[in-house]
């Protein structure tokens, strides 16, 4: 299983990114699909997730309404479209995978995903 995050930069407050998420190695269809962030000095926490399927997602809530996780299983690749930015948004972004025969997407811990992928650093300056 390998994953690459991609797509972060720097962006003022207010302004939109839209990150990627590039799978390879395995069959992407499999797995439920997380993006989690981690801050400068703080612990990496959950961002959203998007099952199998596409179909249930879950979003942190400080990220409700203005980010939005998808996923295109033909190409393997999975997106975070963030809008709104924050500056508090600011932190590097990985996406995550868990295999599973569940539907649900409801998994927010980072100990549910084994597989991860290099991160990519997002600034937003205020």
């Known amino acids: 299983v390998q994953l690459q995050a991609s797509g972060g930069g720097v962006v003022q407050a207010g302004d939109s990114l839209s990150l990627t998420c590039t799978a390879s190695?395995?069959?992407?269809?499999?797995?439920?699909m997380a993006w989690f962030r981690q801050a400068p000095g703080k612990e990496r926490e959950f961002v959203a997730s998007?099952?199998?399927?596409?179909?249930?997602?879950v979003y942190a809530d400080s990220v409700k309404g203005r980010f939005t996780v998808s996923r295109d299983n033909d190409k393997k690749l999975g997106y975070l479209q963030m809008n709104g930015l924050r500056p508090e948004d600011t932190a590097i972004y990985y996406c995550?995978?868990?295999?599973?025969?569940?539907?649900?997407?409801?998994?927010?811990?980072?100990?549910?995903?084994?597989?991860w992928g290099q991160g990519t650093l997002v600034t937003v300056s205020s």
């Open positions: 998007v099952s199998r399927g596409g179909g249930n997602i």
């Open positions: 190695g395995f069959t992407f269809s499999y797995y439920l």
């Open positions: 995550a995978l868990k295999r599973t025969i569940l539907t649900q997407s409801n998994y927010r811990s980072q100990n549910d995903y084994p597989y």
